[in-house]
Nanobody
Framework: QVQLVESGGGLVQAGASLTLSCAAS????????MGWFRQAPGEGREFVAS????????NYADSVKGRFTISRDGAKNTVYLRMNTLKPEDTAVYFC????????????????WGQGTQVTVSS
């Protein structure tokens, strides 16, 4: 069973950038589509971005399209989320997740989840 650990969160001002990392242990991520989700205080968990097993396909929520970039490094067994032009409404706990079956056209089916990393954007 793969274990996922996120890092890279923090407190930044609006307009700044952050890169989140999701490192895996206990297995290779090559067989999984990967996704990033976030949960703001008092809100449900929402989809942010996903990347296919090959890395050739990506999908983004409309709210982050053009600002966030998801990528993966097979050699490092790690997935990244580069976040530019951060806004206060991006404040949330960010989770990465692994999906063993299906395509990234669906935001469901994620089986393994990390514990999350806090991102706080001040205005």
């Amino acid at each position: 069973q793969v274990q996922l650990v996120e890092s890279g969160g923090g407190l930044v001002q609006a307009g700044a950038s952050l890169t989140l990392s999701c490192a895996a242990s206990g297995g290779t991520l090559s067989g999984y589509s990967m996704g990033w989700f976030r949960q703001a205080p008092g809100e449900g968990r929402e989809f942010v971005a996903s990347i296919s097993r090959s890395g050739g396909g990506t999908n983004y929520a409309d709210s982050v399209k053009g600002r966030f970039t998801i990528s993966r490094d097979g050699a490092k067994n790690t997935v990244y989320l580069r976040m530019n032009t951060l806004k206060p409404e991006d404040t949330a706990v960010y989770f990465c997740a692994a999906k063993p079956f299906g395509t990234i056209s669906s935001t469901s089916g994620y089986r393994y989840w990390g514990q999350g990393t806090q991102v706080t954007v001040s205005s």
